[in-house]
């Protein structure tokens, strides 16, 4: 078991829902949450800077008053992320909104910083770190996060490339903190492999796309829905970071995805209004191939849960020699 900060333990399931840029709000965020598994989103996701602030009330509240009506069955706590990128000119701001609301989990990506840490930790905030690679994982740590995020291939978004089963394995020879997992998880068959391997959590982002709270356009959810695994293309060419994205819609966009342009990585911006690649240009990872359906987060996580446990008691009663 590895050791566990106390905002992930005794979590219903042990789930973590990725921050989904542009597309998780959040209404979305407090349905994960009451649903039983970590509900999180990018604090860039809130246009201005001032809304952040209305939505971390609004979310703190929402779930302030779920927990005391059911004292019995809480929910699982929040997490904002952010990007630890040179060009986000907002960082300072809503890390400052962070620790005035106390956000009991902050995911930070592109760059491990400790004042960022600290910043987390001086209110009891655990902090972590989105990583592809061993190398990065360990800087992570080092730096003062408490844990990481195995970004590993097929996962949505800025993925990595390395197989979960190499990345993971390398983390556990060094490393006994809290681990999430992510690429290509959407069942929760997928959710008990992912313990298998040795990680504490499973990360899922693409799924929780086509949900109906998810604020994504209604053309991009069906396209999961319709989509599999051949349907994604890596490609740096939209933000100058490699990560996944639906083939078809890079054909709408007037490219073809079998012959993409290589970006400059140092194109890479995330400041400012920075969005409309993401709003043209659909992220996703190579898990949708489970998605039949666009259903409600709590149907969906229902499913999940119903999955895990047929998926354990299915490998229970296997023999083995």
Known sequence: ??????????????????????????????AQCIAGVVGSMPALNARPAEQLEEWLIEITEALAAYNNANPDKPAAPFAINQ??????????HDMQMCVKYKVPIIITSLGAREDINAAAHSYGGVVLHDIINNKHAR??????????????????????????????????????????????????????????????????????????????????KQSIVDSNSDDIVYSNLF????????????????????????????????????????????????????????QSTADYVAQLKREYQEARSKLMQRKYA
């Open 239 to 294: 933000t100058g970071v490699h990560g996944n994205y639906l083939a078809p819609s890079i054909r709408n966009a007037g490219m073809d995805p079998d012959n993409l342009e290589v970006s400059d990585p140092s194109k890479m911006n995330f400041g400012g209004d920075k969005s409309k690649a993401w709003k043209d240009i659909w992220g996703c990872g190579q898990g949708i191939g489970a998605i039949t359906k666009v």
């Open 83 to 92: 990007i630890v990128h040179k060009s986000n000119d907002r960082l300072e």
């Open 139 to 220: 800087k992570a740590i080092e730096k003062g996060a408490d844990g990481l995020i195995a970004v590993a291939a097929g996962a949505g978004g800025h993925a990595g490339v390395k197989s979960p089963f190499a990345l993971i394995q390398e983390i556990r020879q060094w490393f006994d903190g809290p681990v999430a997992l992510s690429g290509s998880i959407s069942t929760g068959s997928a959710v008990l492999a992912a313990q298998a391997m040795g990680a504490d959590f499973a990360y899922i982002g693409s799924a929780f796309i086509a949900t109906e709270e998810a604020r994504a356009a209604d053309a991009y």
């Open 1 to 30: 078991m590895s050791r566990l900060p106390g905002a992930l333990n005794h979590l219903p399931l042990p789930i973590i829902g990725s921050p989904l840029f542009i597309i998780s709000n959040p209404k979305l965020v407090i």
